[in-house]
Nanobody, 120 residues
Framework: VQLQASGGGLVQAGGSLSVSCAASGSIFNIYYMGWYRQAPGKQRELVASITSVGTTNYADSVKGRFTIPRDNAENTVYLQMNSLKRDDTGVYYC???????????????WGQGTQVTVSS
């Protein structure tokens, strides 16, 4: 199983940016997908997640500004980031709980990080 993240980049404060993450490989079921971020010198933190039935969870710092749409048919999750702030700067990592077959329990997978930089 691979999680391929794309998007990210440099944006001015107040602007918008979107990142996406596609899961591929031997996938039986994806229970949840989400995004974490890590700013320089800080611990990795949950930004947002979404379950297979659409239940979402957002960090307080991004509520009302970020949304996490998911395309179950394409095994893809997006992170739409609006009203970006400098504090949103960091490396964004895709995360998912995936079951690879009917006789295996789910495992956690991580994608490569993608840099998001918000300038003032």
């Amino acid at each position: 199983v691979q999680l391929q993240a794309s998007g990210g980049g440099l944006v001015q404060a107040g602007g918008s940016l979107s990142v996406s993450c596609a899961a591929s490989g031997s996938i039986f079921n994806i229970y949840y997908m989400g995004w974490y971020r890590q700013a320089p010198g800080k611990q990795r933190e949950l930004v947002a997640s979404i379950t297979s039935v659409g239940t979402t969870n957002y960090a307080d710092s991004v509520k009302g500004r970020f949304t996490i749409p998911r395309d179950n048919a394409e095994n893809t999750v997006y992170l739409q980031m609006n009203s970006l702030k400098r504090d949103d700067t960091g490396v964004y990592y895709c995360n998912a709980g995936i079951r690879t077959s009917a006789w295996r329990t789910s495992s956690e997978y991580w994608g490569q990080g993608t840099q998001v930089t918000v300038s003032s």
